[in-house]
């Protein structure tokens, strides 16, 4: 299975930006799909998680401002950015996992989009 992200970019402080990871291949169910983030010198941490119920938990930084949604029918997971400050300044990336075609379980990581908050 694998994803690819997309919609990172150099955004000013105070704004939005959307990011996208569509997951494809063989792929039965999926179950939760996150988004995480490492900042600089900092170790990946976990910046929005949504089930295959729907039910979503967010980081306390960015409980407010960010929305994680996504479509089942696409196999894809977005996470809606408002209000965006220099300290959101990170690599974003998208998990996924689930059952492959084969019924296995699988977890892949999307390749990393580039989210810069600067005037």
């Known amino acids: 299975v694998q994803l690819q992200a997309s919609g990172g970019g150099l955004v000013q402080p105070g704004g939005s930006l959307r990011l996208s990871c569509a997951a494809s291949g063989s792929i039965f169910s999926i179950n939760a799909m996150g988004w995480y983030r490492q900042r600089p010198g900092k170790q990946r941490e976990l910046v929005a998680r949504?089930?295959?119920?729907?039910?979503?938990n967010y980081a306390d930084s960015v409980k407010g401002r960010f929305t994680i949604s996504r479509d089942n029918a696409k196999n894809t997971v977005y996470l809606q950015m408002n209000s965006l400050k220099p300290e959101d300044t990170a690599v974003f990336y998208c998990?996924?996992?689930?059952?492959?075609?084969?019924?296995?379980?699988?977890?892949?990581w999307g390749q990393g989009t580039q989210v810069t908050v600067s005037s």
């Open positions: 949504i089930t295959s119920g729907g039910s979503t």
């Open positions: 998990n996924v996992d689930g059952y492959s075609g084969s019924l296995r379980p699988f977890g892949s």
